[in-house]
Antibody
Framework: QVQLEESGGGLVKPGESLTLSCAAS????????MTWIRQAPGKGPEWISY????????YYGASVRGRFIVSRDNDKDLVHLEMDNLRPEDSAIYYC??????????WGRGTLVTVSS | DIQLTQSPSTLSASVGDRVTITCRAS??????LAWYQQRPGKAPKLLIY???TLQYGVPRRFSGSGAGTEFTLTINSVQPDDFATYYC?????????FGQGTKVEVK
């Protein structure tokens, strides 16, 4: 069955960097675009990034554009989200999604990122 | 960015009720509108995409309709499993956005 497992979350200070990873299994990874969304406590989801099947096309939400970089490794079925210059408002649960439709048709359990001094 | 406004924010219903949630977009998103269900502590679950296409495995009591800037999610005969928060999401342009959510609670 489809499995997505995020890792790499943790507690960091403002201005620091963090890289999240998402390991995919149970489907043909190279045939799907992948997305990241995040959800702050008590808030609705916020779309963060999209990466095409080949990795050639990437899009970002306005709040993270210029600070976050998405990449993928189609040999290892991995997606990464490099996050630089983190801010307290970046604190959230980060989910990676399989792009079967819309923002994603399957999701991982998420990884918590906390940005606090 | 395209703004999505859901109404109502909270909806009280009883098992067996028919409920309708509305999502209004600040500009035309054509048919590129999806609906997600989210339970506390869980990732969103895709219910409907492209306005009205039911995701595989989703019960037929869920349906979506609309076009352009106004969309609806209908649950025919709400079941105990359906008490959750619902979000619309547009993917017409390359700055995808979610609505603020509608919580369906037990009356």
């Amino acid at each position: 069955q489809v499995q997505l497992e995020e890792s790499g979350g943790g507690l960091v200070k403002p201005g620091e960097s963090l890289t999240l990873s998402c390991a995919a299994s149970g489907f043909s990874f190279i045939n799907y675009y992948m997305t990241w969304i995040r959800q702050a406590p008590g808030k609705g989801p916020e779309w963060i990034s999209y990466i095409s099947e080949t990795g050639d096309t990437k899009y970002y939400g306005a709040s993270v554009r210029g600070r976050f970089i998405v990449s993928r490794d189609n040999d290892k079925d991995l997606v990464h989200l490099e996050m630089d210059n983190l801010r307290p408002e970046d604190s959230a649960i980060y989910y990676c999604g399989r792009g079967g439709a819309a923002a994603g048709d399957e999701w991982g359990r998420g990884t918590l990122v906390t940005v606090s001094s | 960015d395209i703004q999505l406004t859901q109404s109502p924010s909270t909806l009280s219903a009883s098992v067996g009720d028919r409920v309708t949630i509305t999502c209004r977009a600040s500009q035309n998103v054509n048919k590129w509108l999806a609906w997600y269900q989210q339970r506390p502590g869980k990732a969103p679950k895709l219910l409907i995409y492209a306005t009205s296409t039911l995701q595989y495995g989703v019960p037929r009591r869920f349906s979506g309709s609309g076009a352009g800037t106004e969309f609806t999610l209908t649950i025919n005969s709400v079941q105990p499993d359906d008490f959750a928060t619902y979000y619309c999401q547009q993917y017409d342009d390359w700055s995808w956005t979610f609505g603020q959510g509608t919580k369906v609670e037990v009356k």
